[in-house]
T-cell receptor
Framework: DADVTQTPRNRITKTGKRIMLECSQT?????MYWYRQDPGLGLQLIYY???????NKGEISDGYSVSRQAQAKFSLSLESAIPNQTALYFC???????????FGPGTRLLVL | RKEVEQDPGPFNVPEGATVAFNCTYS??????FFWYRQDCRKEPKLLMS???SGNEDGRFTAQLNRASQYISLLIRDSKLSDSATYLC???????????FGRGTSLIVHP
């Protein structure tokens, strides 16, 4: 089984709708991240969390919110989706000793 | 100026070729460096860490030049399966917030 899972894998929604993307991990890492990736662009950090009580904004947090329900779960919400939030979204965890990141398979979101 | 810069390519090379990518970073306080590989429409995966003394893993060699603030990735004897996008990642000062380059696309053809 995958160490980092994301649901849904694909989602089509309409402008103005609220949606939630979920991420779960079995690696036992405290640190979790949400990124978006647009074609031709690098990964942009949306939010990150270093433990259950810690939530931090990344470089592009506007229009997004997150919830860290448990060490293993980190959800990303789009309160009112807009077309320019169409992107590929990745969740990741990190190992603090090695500083390497482990990514989920991604969620493809299309906002019409 | 973006903190981590890479030539987007694509680098189009024949099988068996040697190809090298560079990545420059702007923050001199950067401490940890990595190369990730991303296949089309898939998640990034760690290829290798980059150590100050340079390191090698099979056909892949990574180098760090702190004075000039760049890291490099050398791929020898390229395989078709090496076709992917290679992401340069830099961590700064123990924050554990990595900065990703936009990636360099490699296409290996028969």
């Amino acid at each position: 089984d995958a160490d980092v899972t994301q649901t849904p894998r694909n989602r089509i929604t309409k402008t103005g709708k609220r949606i939630m993307l979920e991420c779960s991990q079995t690696k036992g890492h405290d640190r979790m991240y949400w990124y978006r990736q647009d074609p031709g662009l690098g990964l942009q950090l949306i939010y990150y969390s270093f433990d259950v009580k810690d939530i931090n904004k990344g470089e592009i947090s506007d229009g997004y919110s997150v919830s860290r329900q448990a060490q293993a779960k980190f959800s990303l919400s789009l309160e009112s989706a807009i077309p320019n939030q169409t992107a590929l979204y990745f969740c990741a965890t990190s190992d603090p000793q090695q500083e390497t990141q482990y990514f989920g398979p991604g969620t493809r979101l299309l906002v019409l | 100026r973006k903190e981590v810069e890479q030539d987007p390519g694509p680098f189009n090379v024949p099988e068996g070729a040697t190809v090298a990518f560079n990545c420059t970073y702007s923050n001199s306080a950067s401490q940890s460096f990595f190369w990730y590989r991303q296949d089309c429409r898939k998640e990034p995966k760690l290829l290798m860490s980059v150590y100050s003394s340079g390191n090698e893993d099979g056909r892949f060699t990574a180098q760090l030049n702190r004075a000039s603030q760049y890291i490099s990735l050398l791929i020898r004897d390229s395989k078709l399966s090496d076709s992917a996008t290679y992401l340069c990642v830099v961590n700064t000062g123990g924050s554990y917030i990595p900065t990703f380059g936009r990636g360099t696309s490699l296409i290996v053809h028969p």
